[in-house]
């Protein structure tokens, strides 16, 4: 059964995650940048929050959880930044899995934007929560890791099935598709990719979560491997992670 998804807009241009128990009674949030609207929803839909998921310590991501915290709710995030987090009842690392809803979350270090940045996969639902790792036609920037790092944990997100919804964090999307442009503009998936986001921008609407295979299609910083990208940099005789640390630094001048 695929657990329910909610994308909750907060702050100026973050996003937030409930996954819903098959009950419709329950729910786990994933990242709390601020309150309000994640109390609105919980209220609106009657949910009660039981669980709540930190990806990394930057405080747009962790400002609103001693406001939503209550008896009984289960904060969760790395062991390795416990040190910068609220304070957690569950530490977690790389390879390590946890129950929600009767689902398995599989941990997966993600470090690059941060280290101890953290994803959550739920294989029998299909997502994968990468808040600032991997993105919507981007990626993070590198305040903590290098490029090696960062390509490592990319690469390990692609190697997910190809129909998994990526939930990130922010809304970039069109600006991280118009620096995907400048490096591809003859790429026919990125140019439709273009058209569709500016038509749900203009309704307001997220652009995420976004499906893997629209990623590896259109996603620069995931493409850094290949021959036609590398060719296209003046770069053909790069390691993949070179490529990935070009097309990065590009995106940091953009």
């Known amino acids: 059964m695929t657990l329910d998804l909610i994308t909750i807009p907060c702050l100026s241009d973050n996003y937030a ?20 609207p994640i109390k609105k929803v919980l209220q609106d839909r ?15 991501h962790i400002d609103g959880v001693e406001g939503l915290r209550t008896p009984g709710v289960r904060v969760i995030g790395a062991k390795a930044d416990a040190h910068r987090l609220p304070a957690l009842d569950l530490m977690v690392e790389d390879g390590d899995h ?3 809803f009767g ?17 959550f ?23 903590e890791g290098s490029a090696d790092l960062m ?3 990319l690469s390990k997100l692609a190697a997910l099935p190809p129909e998994t919804l990526v939930c990130s964090g922010h809304e970039y999307t ?3 598709i118009r620096f995907a442009l400048s490096l591809e503009p003859g790429n026919s998936a990125l140019i439709s990719r273009q058209s569709q986001v500016a038509a749900m921008r203009r309704e307001n609407m997220p652009t995420v979560p976004s499906r893997l295979a629209e990623e590896l ?36 001048r953009f």
């Open 17 to 36: 995650f409930l996954v819903v128990s098959p009950d419709g009674k329950r729910a786990a949030l994933i990242d709390a940048p601020e309150v309000a």
């Open 46 to 60: 009657n949910l009660t929050l039981t669980d709540i998921l930190i990806t990394h310590h930057h405080a747009d």
């Open 98 to 100: 946890f129950d929600l």
């Open 103 to 119: 689902q398995t979350v599989d941990v997966l270090d993600v470090s690059g934007h941060t280290k101890g940045h953290l994803a």
């Open 121 to 143: 996969y739920l294989a029998a639902s299909g997502y994968v929560f990468t808040a600032d790792s991997l993105m919507a036609a981007g990626c993070g920037r590198l305040f």
């Open 151 to 153: 390509w490592a944990s």
């Open 174 to 176: 069109t600006s991280n």
């Open 217 to 252: 299609s259109t996603n620069p910083f995931l493409r850094a491997n290949l021959s036609e990208m590398k060719t296209l940099l003046g770069m053909a005789d790069a390691t993949d992670a070179e490529s990935f640390a070009e097309i990065r630094k590009r995106k940091d």
